[in-house]
């Protein structure tokens, strides 16, 4: 969506909240949680033995790009063209930005890594400042595989099945929402028909703040989220982008800047939609929602974060919990999506967890974050 190239980053400039730090000296804590250890993990969390600690980066960008690989590997994508990329859990970090992209500043808001060696990074924009690169060799050097010839399209959110089948979604044009595709690992990509695609609602579009306003779960099944139109909706297809059913959320909506920010799906079934109204200051009752229909119907959760949320993501072990994200804290949710309550402060964009348990978590002024035992 175009409102948050320059409204969200402006207005979403909130106060830091400390939440701890690590020392590059010191070896870090243990992520939470290591194996078999599920039990235990979700214990964890929902008694507040956990939380973020902080792993300096030595840059002043905002990301809201993140790809979780493991407890070690992490890659960051935000503001002013800059990639960095960890290998060592956090306590130091490589920058393996794009030249191209820093000369020009773009804002890389998604960023999708297979590996320590592979990832696609999507920088947003009207026309060619919508972007999509790759590297093959850990960011030493990145190839551009798309640039965005069309001026009326907008590219939000970047996402991928396996390591060869990948999306993007732009907002709307010509009154639907428009995808692109590859099954090549991002080496190339085309525009898919959008015969399959409903109309989109006037001034509905996506929001490019956290990487998940498009997501997917298993081989086939991706959804996409919507805001700024009279009801924030959910889109699901199970053919990889070629037919879209649209469904209604609970959240916010009937203002540019309100409706469904990200999604996450545990699975075909069970899914989390969180979001709001991202002004500084304004409420959002309804910041969070929940489907066990595979998104067909939405209701939404009892217990809700208290404010704007712009990330979630499920925990991997624990197979109701899950975190969500926002620039005044962090919010658990040990019931799939019912109930949440407060885990951490601080001011965060995204968040991601990796297969073995790692979840980590970036935000403004250069904040990246690994879940830890306290």
Known sequence: MRLPVMGMCVALLCAVVPVGSASAAT???TPIPTGSASDAASDALASRGAGWAVKATGKD???RGLAAVDRTTAWVAGSKGTVLRT??????????????????????????AFDARRAVALSIGEGEAS?????????????ETFRNPDPRAFYD???FFDSRHGLAMSDPVDGRFRILATDDGGRAWRVLPDAGMPQALPGEA?????????VTAGPRDVRLATGGGPVARVLHSSDRGLTWKAADSTLPAGDPARGVFALAFRDRTTGLAVGGDYRTGEASPRAAARSLDGGRSWGPATTPPPAYRSGVAWYPYGRSTALAVGPTGT?????AGRTWRALDGGSFDTVDCADDGAC?????KGRVARLERR
């Open 27 to 29: 070896p870090p804590p």
């Open 61 to 63: 960008s905002r990301f």
């Open 87 to 112: 290998t060592d859990g956090g306590r130091s970090w490589r920058d393996v930005s794009p030249p191209g992209a820093v000369a020009e500043a773009l804002e890389l808001r998604d960023i999708e």
């Open 206 to 214: 996506g929001f490019a703040a956290s990487g998940q306003c498009l």
């Open 157 to 159: 959110c970047l996402t």
């Open 131 to 143: 972007r999509i690169l790759r590297t093959e060799d850990g960011g030493a050097t990145w190839t």
């Open 360 to 364: 980590w978590a970036a935000g403004e």
């Open 331 to 335: 919010d658990v949710t040990t019931d």
